[in-house]
């Protein structure tokens, strides 16, 4: 199982001038190194948690359908909506869509969201063939930061306001610091574990 994202998000948690507000700038001298760093505490928060802030589309590869009706688990959530779910046909190299409600439904309240075979249905054979099944899905809080939770968001600002005010790794007696304790306590009960 692997997976990338195809369409990346185009908000950020917080905009340019929420963290220029939690860094204490008024002048607009560092707005395009703040800027980066609204992406890079976005991204740093979303390796930790294993979640997708603001919305982006994911293609998830599988060599072949889980054995025994397993669910399939989508990786960063919360989901949004699971926008197909194909295979490669075994005979002709071709995809062919499967239909949500006929041949799979969505557990949407699962974490991560599930994509389970509908009642009295089979997975299709498509075992070890290169990306011989893939599902493309949404995934995020929403469009913007406006629906992120106000733990990550919070954590996303004080990575920010940590990293504009020591540009360098500290060393104080032989000990470098790392995140702030706690920055990764707000980010901890949001953790999903590694699929």
């Known amino acids: 199982m692997s997976w990338k994202i195809t369409t990346a998000s185009v908000a950020e948690p917080l905009s340019l001038e929420e963290a220029k507000l939690q ?18 505490a ?3 928060v979303e390796r930790f948690t294993r979640r997708a802030l ?14 025994d009706s397993k669910p399939i688990s989508l990786p960063r959530p919360p989901l ?10 075994l005979d002709t190299g071709n995809y062919t ?4 409600g006929t041949d799979f439904e969505v557990d949407e309240a699962a974490e991560p969201a599930e994509i389970h ?6 997975w299709p054979s ?4 290169f990306d011989g099944a893939r599902v493309t899905y949404q995934t995020g809080y929403g469009p913007d930061g406006e629906d992120v939770p106000g733990a990550l968001a919070s954590a996303c600002g004080l ?25 990764e306590s707000l980010m901890l009960p949001y953790k999903i574990p590694e699929l």
């Not at 949004?80 to 046909?89: G, M, N, P």
């Open 23 to 40: 860094c204490r700038v008024t002048a607009s001298d560092d707005d395009v190194l703040i800027a980066r760093l609204v992406v890079a």
């Open 42 to 44: 976005r991204e740093y």
């Open 54 to 67: 603001t919305t982006k589309t994911i293609q998830l590869r599988l060599l072949e359908f889980p054995i």
């Open 80 to 89: 949004i909506s699971v926008t197909t779910l194909e295979y490669r046909d």
């Open 97 to 100: 869509a499967l239909v949500e």
């Open 117 to 122: 075979l509908a009642y009295l249905q089979q």
């Open 126 to 129: 498509a075992r070890y063939v």
């Open 159 to 183: 990575l920010i306001a940590n990293w504009y005010e020591n540009r360098e790794p500290t060393i104080a007696a032989t000990i470098v610091r790392k995140v702030p304790f706690t920055i």
